[in-house]
């Protein structure tokens, strides 16, 4: 092996330049009080501005670094912007951000106990106190995954594999169905493409809530071709918690599974003013919440939780030779749980920022959020020309302009974004155009809304 074949990864003064540059920035950056919001740039603009950076000689470390820092990271928007206000927000806490680099610099493999026990039994002290949190038994568990849509796609297949096996002797349907609302995320229709599955998406209430009956007529139709049902706790587009206990009392009559996309709302459960809205995850045979959303860790991070985790491995572990050594042994390996096999251990972070801060410092923080929509809810309700499009169970707060077009509400989304003065796309619902903040930054204040409804004026 040639010396330039061993030069990346020696121990030399090439790489402590290379280190010391790349904690430099990230110090400089975990620490900064004005980060700016920045914006996208088109393709051909990052071509002119970054030029060529992959050759045969490789431009240094110092040069990479310059054109990371002032010609691609302006032309991100920083999702941990207290004005970051569109879709759902990320906002990691310092140690959770922070402890992410310890995570890569450490060179863990999340996939197996063999591998990375320490940094499983970490993860797993995680996901038991969120199972806690959620009222589900003892023995409930599962992994983090990369995000909501492979939590939920991962938690589906499981479904399916227990009615398939208990189907194994009887009649098939001619397809397998899953329920949801409507309203529910788009991930659960992506699932279904993959699986080769029916999406039978019932109404709503006119509140948005997905209730018993709607679900136990689509359960009287469609039969045992009905595997699973997802109840939402908590909208992308409105934040709104379905009818949970009232789906799970359908379990005494009806046999599904009942799975709980939380992916962005769940976590207001730690919120004691928000946990009423939650009654019946406890019964969930599965469950997600993203933690890159309400629970302040970097991108990206999906807690997948079973009620019974076995049920997650027969469905899940991959079988193959040179992994014996890890499927003979009944160790808890994180691959086994969900529809992956190489992972980094993305619940460190999430476990460091909660081992140093507690939990009631969490509590505050989405109470706060939820606080602040009910404030601003308000605050639009009083003024003259902006309405409500529902009032807020949550911490995403909907409201139209009167007399605007879907082309005013993207002439003004983008003005604030031209402006540095917020990232406030439109959204809509029912064919109308409307405007939309999601509060999770606990650093956002009423000040910064008010001055963005401002703008429509």
């Known amino acids: 092996m040639t010396t330039d074949a061993v030069r990346m990864h020696e121990v030399s003064d090439e790489a402590r330049t ?37 050759d045969e000689r490789g431009i240094g470390a110092r040069k990479a670094l310059s054109v990371f820092e002032h010609v691609l990271a ?11 206000l569109s879709f759902i927000p990320s906002a990691p806490s310092k140690a959770a951000a922070a402890f992410d680099l310890v995570v890569s610099a450490s060179a863990l493999y999340g996939g197996s106990w063999l591998e990375g026990a320490g940094a499983v039994h970490a993860e797993n002290e995680v996901l038991r106190w969120l199972a806690d949190e959620f009222g589900l038994p003892r023995g409930a568990g599962g992994v983090f995954v990369q995000g909501g849509t492979l939590g939920n796609l991962s938690a589906l297949v499981a479904a399916r594999a227990l009615r398939q096996a208990q189907a194994a002797e009887g009649p098939r349907p001619d397809r397998w169905r ?13 699932a279904a493409r993959v699986m080769d599955i029916e999406v039978v998406a019932v109404p709503p209430g006119d509140d948005g809530v997905l209730r018993a009956a709607a679900v136990r007529a689509a359960l009287d139709e469609h039969g045992d071709s009905v ?6 706790a908590g909208s992308t587009n409105f934040g709104i918690v379905d009818d949970i206990a ?18 962005y709302g769940l976590a207001a459960m730690l919120s004691p003013t928000a946990r009423p809205l939650f009654a019946g995850v ?24 079973y009620r019974d985790p076995e049920l997650g491995r027969r469905a899940h572990t991959q079988h193959a030779e040179y992994l014996d050594t890890l499927t003979e042994k009944s160790d808890w390996s994180p691959s086994d749980y969900a529809a992956h096999l190489t992972r980094r251990p993305r619940g460190l972070p999430l476990w460091f920022s909660l081992a140093t801060y507690g939990a009631g410092v969490y509590r505050e923080a989405v109470t706060a959020s939820l606080s602040l929509a009910q404030r601003i809810a ?76 401002d703008t429509m004026d």
Do not use: M
């Not at 469950?287 to 629970?295: A, S, T």
């Open 282 to 305: 406890e019964h969930a045979d599965s469950l997600v919440v993203d933690p890159h959303k309400w629970l302040f860790a970097p991108f990206d991070a999906c807690a997948l939780i």
């Open 227 to 232: 595997f699973a049902v997802v109840a939402t």
């Open 18 to 54: 290379i280190v010391d540059l790349v904690l430099d920035y990230s110090r400089q950056r975990l620490l900064a009080d004005d980060t700016p919001l920045d914006k996208p740039l088109s393709a051909a603009e990052l071509s002119r501005l970054a030029g060529r950076t992959i």
């Open 74 to 84: 302006p032309a991100c928007i920083t999702t941990d912007d207290p004005q970051y």
């Open 178 to 190: 899953v329920v949801c609302s409507a309203e529910a995320h788009s991930s659960i229709a992506s």
């Open 246 to 263: 009232g789906i799970a009392a359908l379990k005494d009559r009806y046999d599904f599974w009942l799975h709980v996309d939380g992916a």
């Open 378 to 453: 308000e605050e639009i309700d009083r003024r003259p020309g902006l309405t409500l499009v529902r009032r807020p169970q949550l911490s995403v707060v909907v409201f139209e302009r009167e007399g605007w077009s879907k082309a005013d509400y993207d002439a003004w989304s983008s003005r604030l974004l031209d402006d540095q003065h917020a990232f406030v796309t439109p959204s809509s619902h029912r064919g109308r155009t409307n405007a939309r903040f999601a509060l999770v930054n606990p650093r956002t204040t009423f000040e910064h809304l008010t001055a963005i409804l």
